[in-house]
């Protein structure tokens, strides 16, 4: 029987058409040369942000179910260049111990001062190391607003900030 007319299992037709592959990978991969493999795998800028807001959070006595602490968010306000308001009562934050840090879980509603509302939603961590204490946010967006529909296709990162009896923080978004 001819090579081209010879049955193939499962395991022989998978294991030759990766092998294929992998060859035909490698044979584009050698013609783009060294250096533009090189260049591929280190940074194609700086990270760039912009300033988005500060938010400052009321938070209620944390209600310790163990492992897991619920901060109930009472209120609050959030002002920036292009968008200012007040945090809804009735939202909250989950702090989980967890080895070494605590893991942030938070879900919020921000009214705006011209009368949309969106949701935030935001994770993060916040741990001691040599600098002092690490706490970082990344906050989502959703809203059905199309004044602010920006909102919900934006990456941001926030930075706790102290505001004595607030939870506060500054939040940027990346560019």
């Known amino acids: 029987m001819s090579e081209h007319n010879k049955t193939m299992n499962r395991r022989q037709f998978n294991t030759r058409s990766a092998i294929a592959i992998t060859a035909t990978t490698l044979g584009t991969l050698s013609t783009l040369g060294a250096n533009k493999m090189t260049a591929a795998q280190s940074p194609a800028s700086e990270l760039e942000s912009t ?27 959030f002002s920036g260049p292009r968008l200012n308001g007040t945090v809804r009562d009735g939202g909250a934050d989950w702090i989980t111990q967890v080895a070494g840090h605590s893991s942030l879980d938070v879900r919020i509603a921000l009214d705006t001062d011209d009368g949309a509302i969106i949701y935030m939603t ?8 040599d600098n002092g204490l690490y706490w970082r946010v990344t ?8 004044k602010y529909d920006w909102l919900n296709h934006i990456v941001c990162v926030g930075k706790s900030k102290q505001i004595e009896g607030k939870v506060a923080y500054d939040i940027f978004e990346i560019l």
Do not use: C, W
């Not at 209600?63 to 009472?74: Q, Y």
């Not at 935001?122 to 190391?129: I, L, Q």
């Not at 989502?140 to 199309?146: D, G, L």
């Open 51 to 77: 300033y988005l807001m500060e938010l400052s959070l009321d938070v209620a006595e944390q209600l310790d179910t163990g492992h897991t602490r619920i901060a109930p968010v009472t209120g609050g306000t």
């Open 122 to 129: 935001y994770k993060g961590v916040v741990a001691r190391n």
């Open 139 to 146: 906050p989502v967006f959703n809203t059905a607003s199309e």
